[in-house]
């Protein structure tokens, strides 16, 4: 087919390496701010939103790419 | 820049311990839905977090966490995510009514009194819950019927026939309908359970099982829906008073996407009765760890003789040990069985290969 997407020629592998890197960008971004940002999730009340949605992010991108590691190494689901 | 006292520094070895335990109960938990957040709260208040942050933290790895092992499983057609959604619900008034409870005991008989409650809630649930999965298990064990189709046992034949109108509610696993007046007190136990010993699942998932005759890897993969749905509001609770320490959290849940990624795998090469015997195994085993710790907590109450200090050190050395050996053989079954699975299914995948060509 001509008029696929270019998303669909994305290799899983380039895929997991891509989610693994914003991932990583993630932590580095977290735990060089930890002050900041601890500051900024610990302060209660509608600041809830904010460790809910850094976690939501994680879970995103860090799933896709643990999905994706285990994959590239042999550990798959039985079909 | 200044952080609340509640925040410990973090050095590089407390990291990658909280990384493997976080690796370790997130292999448990894609396995039998839950079961790998009990060690996480006493393994970060091992480090020197308060008990407080430990639990908002724990709360706040566990929903994205069961969120990647519930959508992982639902793409293996194991989730009934209606069950999940009105399970959860329920599990949540449970939560909230649960940490009343808690609130009110700690406000009543101090840390000893709310220390004793959690222990005799874990060694009485654990023991009878834990003691019935585990009798299950070895039954179909020694009965040879490892490789048949699990059906529903009396109690829940009998559930699945109580008919109120109105109540009624379809649920594709059972394929049957169950009142939801049925539903809802086994999520409210749930909750309740979550927010004592924060392992809902020890309650949530035999409850689907026996009561409601959910077969046991659905039951497993159900509950981490019934986990997102509890984990979220628990979350919020603690947010709101500015408790989580997102570090803490985001390192466990590091940890824990990897782990839970090989769990739910494991769960397509296994038979069903393996989740009841990871389970079992692991709920005697937490039992005898809570066991240890109940003499420390009479003592501090006053309702048996002092101890010395190096006593309870020691108990609570002993207990903490346990807890940890229980997820370590936990995850050692589920990688086991995950490892002979996948060498079987190779060995088969090779056999028909070999058959074709031969043809």
Not at chain 2, 143 to 152: R, V
Not at chain 2, 255 to 284: D, E, N, R, W
Not at chain 2, 318 to 339: D, P, Q, R, T, Y
Request: glycine share 12%; net charge positive.
């Amino acid at each position: 087919m001509t008029n696929e997407s270019p998303q669909r020629n994305i290799s899983p592998a380039t895929k997991t390496a891509v989610m693994g890197a914003i991932t990583l960008a993630i932590y580095v971004t977290l735990f060089s701010l930890e002050g900041h940002i601890l500051n900024l999730t610990s302060q209660g009340k509608w600041s809830f939103v904010i460790p809910i949605g850094i976690a939501f992010t994680v879970s995103y991108f860090h799933g896709a790419f643990t999905s994706g590691f285990w994959d590239a190494l042999g550990v798959k689901a039985k079909k | 820049m200044e952080v609340s006292a509640n925040f410990i520094d973090l050095t590089a070895a407390g990291m990658a311990y909280l990384f493997i335990v976080g690796f370790v109960g997130g292999l448990v938990s894609g396995f039998i839905g839950s079961g790998g957040a009990f060690v996480l709260t006493p393994a970060m208040m091992s480090i020197g977090v308060p008990g407080i942050v430990a639990v908002a933290s724990n709360m706040c790895h566990k929903f994205p966490k069961a969120l990647v092992g519930a959508i992982k499983r639902a793409k293996y057609g194991q989730v009934d995510l209606k069950l999940g959604l009105v399970m959860g619900a329920s599990a949540e008034a449970g939560v909230l009514y649960g940490a009343h409870i808690q609130e009110a005991i700690k406000k009543t008989f101090g840390d000893a009194g709310s220390n004793l409650y959690v222990s005799v809630a874990f060694v009485v649930v654990l023991a009878i819950v834990g003691g019935y999965v585990m009798r299950d298990a070895i039954k179909i064990y020694r009965s040879g019927n490892m490789h048949e189709e699990e059906t529903a046992g009396p109690l829940a034949r009998w559930i699945q026939s109580i008919h109120i109108p109105g109540t009624m509610v379809y649920f594709d696993s059972i394929k049957a309908k169950v009142s939801v007046l049925i539903t809802i007190p086994l999520g409210f136990a749930t909750g309740m359970l979550a927010a004592t010993i924060a392992v809902g699942g020890f309650v949530g998932v035999p409850s689907m099982m026996y009561v409601l005759g959910v077969p046991s890897m659905m039951a497993s993969a159900t509950e981490l829906v019934i986990a997102f749905v509890m984990g979220v509001g628990g979350t919020i609770k603690f947010a709101w008073g500015g408790f989580v320490d997102i570090r803490l959290a985001m390192i466990i849940l590091a940890g824990s996407l990897f782990g839970i990624q090989i769990g739910a795998i494991g769960t397509t090469y296994v038979k069903p009765f393996m989740i009841k015997v990871v389970m079992g195994v692991i709920m005697v085993t937490v039992l005898f760890s809570r066991a240890f710790v109940i003499p420390v907590y009479l003592s501090q109450l006053g309702l048996i003789e002092p101890m010395t200090e190096a006593t309870t050190k020691l108990l609570k050395n002993i207990s903490f040990s346990i807890m940890i050996l229980a997820l370590i053989v936990g995850a050692a079954i589920v990688l086991k069985a995950l490892i002979q699975g996948m060498r079987e299914h190779k060995q088969q995948h090779a056999s028909i290969e070999e058959a074709v060509a031969a043809d």
